[in-house]
């Protein structure tokens, strides 16, 4: 539902442009009605609590009215977090989902301080500023944007649009990452991580490094739908992701995954963190790994509030004490370690209640029986979703899209950021993507929980 919705968004964009002066009113209807067709509740809360942050906004400038605002937005994340506790216990009970929430409570805030140190202007329509707010392509996954900039560009002239042919580019890129590279990942994450098997340590971590490529094609995907949609309509979002599994160091991984929340990290909590310890005339390093344990921190806390959510962050946070302490040579063996450690720290993010990380934690530290001894039940079958013949087939064929993608991705995505379309490469991935695309059954976008 959310794919199709999108795929509308965007033709809507090309119509747009021939049809239709301001573009603002129409983005506000297909906004709210798309968010309305997927999740009644998400638009109904959201509604609420933008219409809140609105009138704070107004009066942001006054350090009281600040703060309290902070503490409101803090506050409703916090919400949310054991709201979706709630809704795991008693989901058959009729309890709506919500999504968006995380996003847009970091959007508010960014809007709340870029107010206050005088670096944006109060929002004065507030027709415009709900259409910022509610904005679809960004609205269930992010990327965390600049509510203000986004609002500027609602009211950007026809003349300033990127070609149509970029935007599909990106769209068909996207849909390929999703549909066919996560999609053909999800059965063999979730055979191992979800059905409550007693499998070797080898066999979970091996799941774990196919999950990592899960969540990059599944998360990224929409980041390059979510920009490619954008541009049709005249709006530039934020990338998200700058090749993350190319990086030789564990810094620049993180400056290259999700970024647009990496960055609004570094801005809200690092930097205003580092200039107050600084103050202190504490070692400089010692600050760094105090700011650092600070992001990682915010970070599992916009994720949610369950433990295995800030075990993932403190493993992540203390691989990057130690590359800061050490400072090691960066080598290609070095992009695949980042890699490994990422897939470990995964792990929790994947199964964050503690009854499921503790069993997972036990088999990988039994080192006894961490390879398996019967290796066709206790690691290709479940890693092939059955072990049928046609099991292995797909897993093959899954596992070789995957690293010939990653192999060849700085080339792919040069031809399809391109203001043409190159006919060849819009086959070659057309027929890939019809051949092996998963179109019924998919999973939702991961990103959308949050």
Not at 136 to 146: D, E
Not at 216 to 240: C, H, K, Q, R, T
Not at 341 to 352: A, E, H, K, M, T
Request: charged share 10%.
């Amino acid at each position: 539902m959310l794919l199709l919705s999108l795929i509308a968004f965007g033709l809507a964009g090309i119509i747009s442009r021939y049809l239709v002066g301001s573009k603002m009113p129409v983005i506000l209807l297909l906004s709210a009605g798309s968010i309305a067709l997927i999740n009644p509740a998400s638009l109904f809360f959201c509604l609420f609590i933008s219409v809140i942050n609105f009138f704070l906004l107004k009066v942001a400038t006054k350090k009281t009215v600040f703060g309290f605002s902070l503490l409101f937005n803090v506050l409703v994340l916090s919400g949310f977090h054991f709201y979706e506790i709630i809704y795991k216990e008693f989901y058959w009970s009729g309890i709506p989902v919500l999504a968006g929430v995380s996003f847009l409570s970091l959007q508010h805030i960014d809007y709340l301080c870029k107010i206050y140190f005088k670096q944006s202007q109060k929002p004065k329509n507030f027709l415009s500023y709900l259409t910022t707010v509610l904005y679809f392509p960004k609205f269930f996954s992010g990327p965390v944007a600049s509510l203000p900039e986004i609002e500027k560009q609602i009211n950007l002239s026809v003349e300033k649009f990127r070609p149509v042919s970029y935007g599909l580019n990106r769209i068909l890129v996207g849909l390929f990452k999703k549909l066919v590279l996560a999609e053909s990942l999800a059965p063999v994450v979730h055979s191992v991580f979800d059905f409550n098997d007693v499998y070797p340590g080898l066999t979970f971590l091996t799941a774990a490094f196919l999950y990592s490529l899960q969540l990059y094609f599944d998360f990224s995907g929409y980041s390059d739908m979510a920009v490619g949609i954008s541009s049709l309509w005249g709006i530039n979002l934020p990338e998200n992701f700058n090749f993350p599994f190319r990086q030789k160091s564990w810094g620049n991984f993180w400056k290259s995954w999700h970024s647009s929340l990496t960055n609004w990290l570094w801005q809200y909590i690092f930097n205003p963190l580092y200039l107050f310890f600084g103050r202190k005339n504490l070692n400089k390093k010692v600050i760094s790994l105090l700011c650092t344990f600070c992001v990682f921190a915010a970070m599992a806390f916009f994720n949610g509030i369950q433990s295995g959510f800030y075990i993932s962050a403190g493993i992540f946070a203390f691989f990057y004490f130690i590359e800061i302490i050490l400072q090691s040579k960066k080598t290609f063996l070095s992009g695949a370690l980042v890699f490994i450690l990422f897939s470990v720290g995964l792990i929790y993010f994947r199964c964050p209640a503690n009854i499921t990380y503790i069993a997972i934690t036990e088999r990988l530290k039994d080192y006894a029986h961490f390879i398996p001894s019967d290796w066709l039940t206790g690691f290709f079958a479940p890693l092939a979703s059955g072990g049928s013949q046609q099991d292995y087939f797909n897993l093959f064929i899954s596992l070789a899209l995957c690293i010939l993608f990653l192999i060849f991705e700085k080339i792919i995505f040069a031809l399809f950021s391109q203001n043409k379309i190159n006919y060849t490469a819009w086959f070659i991935m057309i027929v890939l993507l019809l051949s092996w695309g998963v179109f019924e059954n998919g999973e939702r976008f991961i990103y959308m929980q949050f």
